[in-house]
C-alpha cells in the first residue's frame, strides 16, 4: 500500500499564507488520485475543504484553494484567520482504496 | 439539513464484533457512495471501506479480512462490521459521504478493552 506523505506541522501568521503539501510513495500525485483535503479541529468530525483535487464545497474559504505542484497536490491558504488553526488530511485514491496522509498541524501565531 | 446519525456499541471485549449503523437523516440515500473512517486516540485519519448503491464493496487491505460494510436501502442506513477486536480497534469511527465527502456523522467513539 502507497503512503501518503505530509508536513506534520507548519506555522502561519495571522493573515500570512503557508501551503500544506502531499506527495505519493508511488509515484507524483495527479488528477488521477481523486485528491481531497479534509480539515479537523479539536473534538470535531472531520469536513471535506476539496474534492477532486481542486474543488470547493459551497463552505470552503475562498482563502483556501489547490493545485498539482511538482508532483504533490498542495494547499493553500492565503491569509489565515485564528479558526483555520486545525489538522489538515489529504487523502489520495489508489484505485478505488483511499489512502490519508498522516496530517499536518497548523497553528495561526 | 441532511445529517448522517450514526450509533452502536462503544465498549468491547477484545474478539468481540463492532457494529456501527449510520443513517441519512433528511436527505436522499440513492446514489451516493457510503463510506467508514476511524481515528485512534491522538492519531490520524484512516479509511475503512465504502459500498456503493449497488452493494459493490471496496475496503482498505489491512483490515479487509475482518471488516463487512452493508447497506439497508429501505431503511436509508449502512453498517460496519469489524469481527475479532483488539485493543488496536480503539478508535473514534465515522460514517461520511453522498457527494464527495460533504455529509460526515459526528463520530462514535468504541473502546476495546478487557
Known amino acids: 500500500q502507497a503512503v501518503v506523505t505530509q508536513e506534520p506541522s507548519l506555522t502561519v501568521s495571522p493573515g500570512g499564507t503557508v501551503t500544506l503539501t502531499c506527495g505519493s510513495s508511488a509515484g507524483a500525485v495527479t488528477s488521477a488520485h481523486y485528491v481531497y483535503w479534509f480539515q479537523q479541529k479539536p473534538g470535531q468530525a472531520p469536513r471535506t475543504l476539496i474534492y477532486d483535487t481542486t474543488k470547493k464545497h459551497s463552505w470552503t474559504p475562498a482563502r483556501f484553494s489547490a493545485s498539482l505542484l511538482g508532483g504533490k497536490s498542495a494547499l493553500t491558504l492565503s491569509g489565515a484567520q485564528p479558526e483555520d488553526e486545525a489538522d489538515y488530511y489529504c487523502s489520495l485514491s489508489y484505485s478505488g482504496a483511499y489512502v490519508l496522509g498522516a496530517g499536518t498541524k497548523v497553528t495561526v501565531l | 439539513q441532511v445529517q448522517l446519525q450514526q450509533w452502536g456499541a462503544g465498549l468491547l471485549k477484545p474478539s468481540e464484533t463492532l457494529s456501527l449503523t449510520c443513517a441519512v437523516d433528511?436527505?436522499?440515500?440513492?446514489?451516493?457512495?457510503w463510506h467508514w473512517f476511524r481515528q485512534s486516540p491522538g492519531k490520524g485519519l484512516e479509511w475503512i471501506g465504502e459500498?456503493?448503491?449497488?452493494?459493490?464493496?471496496n475496503y482498505n487491505p489491512t483490515l479487509k479480512n475482518r471488516v463487512t460494510i452493508s447497506l439497508d436501502t429501505s431503511k436509508n442506513q449502512f453498517s460496519l462490521k469489524v469481527n475479532s477486536v483488539t485493543a488496536a480497534d480503539t478508535a473514534v469511527y465515522y460514517c461520511?459521504?453522498?457527494?464527495?465527502?460533504?455529509?460526515w456523522g459526528r463520530g462514535t467513539l468504541v473502546t476495546v478493552s478487557s
Open positions: 433528511g436527505g436522499s440515500f440513492s446514489g451516493h457512495y
Open positions: 459500498v456503493t448503491l449497488s452493494g459493490g464493496t
Open positions: 461520511a459521504g453522498r457527494y464527495y465527502f460533504d455529509l
